[in-house]
Structure formats: C-alpha cells, structure tokens
C-alpha cells in the first residue's frame, strides 16, 4: 500500500512538473518558421484610395491584423495595414495603443499620420512602444501613447524589414518573486518574434474640439477665426446689396436700422461700408442745412 501510495505522489509530482514546463513553454517557444510579409498583391497605390475606419470623439476599438486586412506597400516593404480617420468634431485626441504579445509572436506597430491631403506628418516607430510584461488581467504587450497633432488620418502597419526580430520579456514569476523578496523561480523568460499579424487596441481621447464660422450672414456675430484660416471675401452681390441698402436707410431716416447694416458689413468685412455711412449722413446733414 505504501509503494502504490509513493509511486501516485511521485505521478502527481511528474504530472505537476510537465504541465508548468508545458505551459512555459507556450508562452516562450518560437514558431519554427521566421515570419514573412504579405505576398500578395498591395489593395491601393496612395493612401487616399485606402478604407478609412471612422472614428469617434472618444473609444476603444480592437482589431486584428492579418489576411482579412489590406495590403499596402510601404518603403520598408509591404505589410498588413489599418487605417483611421478622426472624428470631424476632433481637432487633437490623445492615441494609445496596445499591441498583444501571444503565441512567441507580436505584431511591432508603426504609425503614420496624415493631414487633410493625406500628406505624411508624422512618423511614430517601434521606439514609441514599450513591452509591458502581462499581470493578472491583462496579456504581456507593446503600449504607447501620442497625439494627434491635428492630424485627419491614421494608418497602422509593421516595418517589414524587422520581421523575425526578438523580444525578451521578464517572467511573471520572477517579477512576483522581486516584489515579495522570495527566492527567483527557475523558469525561462518568454520571447517574442516581430510578426506580420497580431492583434491591436487603439483608444481615442479628443482633447480639443474643432470650431467653424457661423454661415448666417443675417445677424451680426463677433465669431473667433481660427489661427491660420484666411477669411473669405464677401462676394460683389452682398457688397452692393448693403452699399444700397445702408443707403436706403439712411434716406428713409432710419438710422438704427443703417447701423445694424453697417455692422453687419463690418463683420463680413465689406470694405468702404464705412466711408460710405459716413459720407451719407454728412450730405444728410447739409441737406437739412
């Protein structure tokens, strides 16, 4: 009875013993193979002609890279792409992103952001992401933050040359073990290759709202022109319009209503409204002489 009670501690010890290694090794063996690029053919040729995903003034999307995704060629070579556009209420947001470590795999973001002309205004590498190691709720990860900058447009793809490169995180145990001074487990630290697909979170904050002019030309309003933005000249139908009009006013002795004109021209910058009001006040002057 001994001996068969000995030899099922001694399994349940053996078993114990292979499921940790099993599981150690799941989270740090490498893929055999070397990941590769997409071989197949690119879906666009500029970055107008990408899908643009629209997002929200503030959200948290995930998504997944991989076959289902576009492919577009970059100068590092051709990768699987997501591309964004922000809110047209958002005039700077605060990005994070999260790439998740799985598998010996993880997909290296890099970002792109683009103007309104789907100009390139930036560029954000590898370097803005910094592994994390995983914890009790979330998987080991890539995560950076960043601004926006004002950009309209987002893409997300992976530096093709890279692929195949190595990352080393720490093990969960060994950081435990840190943390509460006990003895450092002996267990392998899980590595990652760069790889072509993966799957990323991204969430948007907006931190600045964008503002437009008042089109109602009606009423006087003391609107703010946003830096940089040149207004437009009134057309030659609504100077000559308010030229009469102050004009009829003034004639009419109306002259509250011809200051209300006045300062509605003002407002839409017609030049000369001033001198004109003035001029015919001064005949309406003489004229009573």
Same mark, same amino acid.
């Given at each position: 009875?001994?001996?068969?009670?000995? =030899?099922?501690?001694?399994?349940?010890?053996?078993?114990?013993?292979?499921?940790? &290694?099993?599981?150690?090794?799941? !989270?740090?063996?490498?893929?055999?193979?070397? %990941?590769? !690029?997409? =071989?197949?053919?690119?879906?666009?040729?500029?970055?107008? #002609?990408?899908?643009?995903?629209?997002?929200?003034?503030?959200?948290?999307?995930?998504?997944?890279?991989?076959?289902?995704?576009?492919?577009?060629?970059?100068?590092?070579?051709?990768?699987?792409?997501?591309?964004?556009?922000?809110?047209?209420?958002?005039?700077?947001? #605060?990005?994070? &992103?999260?790439?998740?470590? *799985?598998?010996?795999?993880?997909?290296?973001?890099?970002?792109?952001?683009?103007?309104?002309?789907? *100009?390139?205004?930036?560029?954000?590498?590898?370097?803005?992401?910094?592994?994390?190691?995983? =914890?009790?709720?979330?998987?080991?990860?890539?995560?950076?933050?960043?601004?926006?900058?004002?950009?309209?447009?987002?893409?997300?793809?992976?530096?093709?040359?890279?692929?195949?490169?190595? /990352?080393?995180?720490?093990?969960? !145990?060994?950081?435990?073990?840190?943390?509460?001074?006990?003895?450092?487990?002996?267990?392998?630290?899980?590595?990652?290759?760069?790889?072509?697909?993966?799957?990323?979170?991204?969430?948007?904050?907006?931190?600045?709202?964008?503002?437009?002019?008042?089109?109602?030309?009606?009423? &006087?309003?003391?609107?703010?022109? %946003?830096?940089?933005?040149?207004?437009?000249?009134?057309?030659?139908?609504?100077?000559?319009?308010?030229?009469?009009? /102050?004009?009829?006013?003034?004639?009419?002795?109306?002259?509250?209503?011809?200051?209300?004109?006045?300062?509605?021209?003002?407002?839409?910058? /017609?030049?000369?409204?001033?001198?004109?009001?003035?001029?015919?006040?001064?005949?309406?002057?003489?004229? !009573?002489?």
């Amino acid at each position: 009875m001994t001996n068969i009670m000995r =030899n099922y501690q001694r399994f349940k010890m053996a078993l114990a013993v292979s499921s940790a &290694v099993w599981l150690v090794g799941c !989270a740090s063996n490498l893929p055999e193979e070397v %990941p590769v !690029a997409p =071989n197949r053919e690119a879906c666009c040729a500029t970055f107008q #002609q990408l899908p643009y995903v629209q997002l929200k003034e503030n959200e948290t999307l995930t998504v997944s890279l991989g076959p289902q995704s576009e492919v577009f060629s970059f100068s590092e070579g051709k990768s699987y792409t997501q591309a964004f556009r922000f809110n047209d209420r958002t005039a700077r947001a #605060q990005i994070s &992103v999260k790439s998740v470590m *799985q598998h010996g795999r993880v997909f290296v973001p890099r970002v792109l952001l683009l103007d309104k002309h789907y *100009q390139v205004i930036k560029t954000l590498g590898a370097d803005m992401f910094t592994p994390q190691t995983a =914890n009790l709720l979330d998987s080991s990860q890539l995560s950076g933050s960043f601004d926006s900058e004002g950009a309209r447009y987002m893409v997300m793809y992976t530096n093709a040359t890279t692929l195949g490169h190595k /990352i080393t995180l720490p093990h969960p !145990a060994k950081l435990r073990a840190q943390e509460l001074g006990e003895p450092m487990p002996m267990v392998t630290d899980p590595t990652y290759r760069y790889a072509p697909t993966g799957q990323v979170s991204v969430t948007v904050v907006t931190k600045e709202y964008a503002t437009v002019l008042s089109s109602d030309n009606t009423s &006087v309003s003391d609107s703010v022109t %946003p830096q940089g933005v040149k207004q437009p000249e009134a057309q030659k139908e609504t100077v000559d319009f308010y030229k009469q009009a /102050i004009a009829a006013a003034i004639s009419e002795k109306d002259i509250s209503k011809a200051m209300a004109l006045l300062n509605e021209a003002k407002a839409l910058k /017609i030049e000369g409204a001033d001198k004109i009001f003035i001029e015919l006040i001064e005949n309406q002057l003489n004229d !009573a002489q």
